[in-house]
């Protein structure tokens, strides 16, 4: 007997949200205290190469205004950075997310679906986090990885919510997880900026003018170069290991050059499909890689920066977690609430951009992350090789 697809249905809405983090946490002290000549010699770092380059296609005055403030502090307006610890890896993340997503909505494992998973990077070349993620969890359902680098939340909700309303599933779960800190050496500057994490979403049907609304992607084949992941011995052995490298177009160019454009393109396109217009939008959240972009971001549009929020201080720069850990503290803080018009904008490098209007439901949270602590003393690096400053 064939069996029946689901009938096509009105809409698509995130019903539960939840981020994970790992417990271990670098503060500044980390490195004034293991890597001071590193602190005193930023200057001419990977770090400060990344977020003050001075060679650009075009003017921005804006974007420099916004970030100049930032440049007098060595750590760029970072405070803290989740970490994984040893042992550690995203699927671990990636599982307690899910399970607290679970938690969160009432429901079981064998109550979805499908499960589509975004891991960067995974725990293992050639097959990725999805299929082990469910097996984890005793999970036979469809699931499969995608990628779409810092974007990935974005892409997810998109594809999730077209498969719901296609009748295709009823009820999918999106998981998306950032972990650079494996492949880039404490001692290199770079790792100031960038923090570990995963968040997870339910999308289900919802009625006619609720939930996603309308969306507009655009490719960022234009960064293509900003940065690689070479598998690189390491020096005075025979061990290789994956590294993040920043190229000769390096992502704080991308920012500065491409990231107006990409948010007044996105966001206007996304609230046009709508049938909205900027003033319509009760709160906007942005993905923010440096601490200046929700600003930066607001003043592009032309709205007030109580209508944004950003957890860059606390987490740094998580990549395809950022669009889901600052949506979670919006509403967890009340920030955003059931039936308020909420845009969600997020960009990649050598991927896309976009931006997704919804109508914000009665979504189920999982719980608050808890503070961490400090990286043990016996897993911090007193000196250790300055390999990409």
Known sequence: MIGKRQPAVAGAEITALSIEFPQQIRDNNFWIRNHPDLVTSEEEGAFVRLLASTEHRAADELFDAERSPYLQDVFRGARERRVLSAGEGTLDLELRALENLFRARGVAP????AVIVASFLPDTFGPQNAAYLTHRLGMTVPAWNFESAQNSSLVGLQNAAALVRAGEYERIAVVVSNALTR?????DTLSWFLGDGAGAFLVEPCSEGSGVLGAKLI?????CGAYTFPLEVEPGTKTARVRLRVGELTPGMVMRDDAGLQVRTCVHGALEKSGYAIEDVDFFVFTTPVAWMAPYFTKTLGVGPDKTISTYPSYANVGAALVPANLFHAAESGRIKPGDL????GVGSISTAGALVMRWGEVALGPVPEHGVPVPESEQIAGGKETNR
């Open 219 to 223: 490719g960022t084949q234009e960064t």
């Open 183 to 187: 492949v880039i050496d404490p001692a």
């Open 110 to 113: 064998a109550d979805v679906d």
């Open 342 to 345: 909420v845009v969600l904008f």
